[in-house]
């Protein structure tokens, strides 16, 4: 049992109370020897003293012991912001304990899902390394074991070999577009540059794979704008969005339009389609690694699976947000900002 000062002092305190308790009651005694009713009001304030002055000591100690206890409960706690560094009663320590709780409840969720996002993105991204290379190992082989010597058969499997390679090579020069971006380390080379013109030969880039669509571009403006951003790097925006709107356009009569209007001080771009549209529960993720709403369908007609993601650090890199409104089998519209030119 360990003895501190608090103790000692209240022991003392206690004895020496009780000690002046016997005193009055024997100096009472010498000079009555008779019981009268002042006797027992003596002994009534006696005990209303004693028991007063025992809840004052016992709560002094309980008070504490309770503060040295929740000074060590709340030492051996993680310091987290937001909480004072020793709470002074039971309440704040719950409050405290409560708090961190939560947090690492939140924590623990948030790995959880990271974890889950791990294994779709490697899943995801060894599918998109595996298919080509797949494809070329069995042309390979299938050269190795005499068809090199038929010329039709060699320069057939030879093509396909190639369309291949750059897909591989897509995929891997999109992945570390996205590694850099995210970042930080492209810089922008923002220069004043009209925006109809830039849309204009995204179109015609655009163009055969719009007709083997079925997909018309529409072009929705009155004049020229003129913006301050990266060329380059919005023309990638531009095609990316774009073809992923002809790449979805699997419907009679499919429509890919681009509105372009100027405001004070900035210029707002929508792109829209009247495909089959993205159902609620795939919008949070569509611009993910990888991340496709139809898997099956999106890998027979190409692309790297990342062209979402580059568009969202692109305009991220300009300090714009990217909106994604999407009514299912009705179409879907993107739209952002882009900085007007001084």
Do not use: C
């Not at 190639?162 to 020069?173: A, G, P, T």
């Not at 849309?199 to 163009?207: A, G």
């Not at 429509?255 to 089959?276: K, L, P, W, Y």
């Amino acid at each position: 049992m360990k003895i501190d000062s608090t103790k000692v002092i209240a022991a003392l305190f206690l004895t020496l109370l009780m000690v002046a308790v016997a005193g009055v009651f024997e100096w009472y005694s010498r000079f009555n020897s008779s019981v009268s009713g002042r006797y027992y009001i003596v002994l009534a304030f006696a005990l209303a003293l004693i028991f007063v002055v025992s809840l004052l000591v016992i709560s002094l100690l309980f008070r504490r012991y309770d503060r040295r206890q929740i000074r060590r409960i709340s030492r051996a706690l993680p310091k987290g912001d937001g909480y004072r560094t020793e709470p002074v009663n039971f309440v704040e320590l719950s409050e405290k304990i409560s708090g961190i709780s939560k947090e690492s409840e939140s924590r623990i969720d948030m790995m959880k899902a990271m974890e889950v996002y791990r294994r779709e993105y490697l899943g995801n991204i060894s599918h998109e390394l595996k298919t080509p290379l797949f494809s070329m190992q069995g042309y390979v082989e299938t050269l190795r074991e005499g068809g090199v010597e038929d010329l039709r058969i060699r320069d057939r499997y030879l093509d396909r070999i190639s369309i291949s390679l750059d897909r591989l090579l897509n995929v891997v020069q999109d992945l570390d577009m996205v590694n850099r971006l995210e970042a930080g380390e492209i810089n922008l080379q923002l220069t004043d540059f009209d925006l109809i013109e830039l849309i204009r030969e995204t179109f015609e880039l655009l163009e055969l794979e719009a007709d083997d669509a079925g997909a018309a571009l529409r072009l929705e403006v009155i004049g020229s704008v003129w913006v301050r951003a990266d060329r380059q790097k919005i023309g990638q925006v531009l095609v990316n969005l774009l073809a992923n709107a002809i790449h979805y356009a699997n419907r009679d009569r499919a429509v890919v339009s681009v509105e372009v209007t100027a405001s004070e001080d900035q210029a707002n771009i929508i792109i829209r389609d009247n495909g089959m549209g993205i159902t609620p529960e795939h919008l949070p993720r569509i611009f993910e690694r990888f991340y496709r709403v139809e898997s099956s369908r999106s890998r027979r007609v190409g692309g790297s699976g990342l062209g979402l993601a580059i568009v969202k650090h692109i305009l991220e890199a300009h300090r714009q947000p990217i909106e994604v409104r999407s009514v299912y089998l009705e179409g879907t519209q993107f739209a952002f900002n882009l900085d007007l030119a001084r």
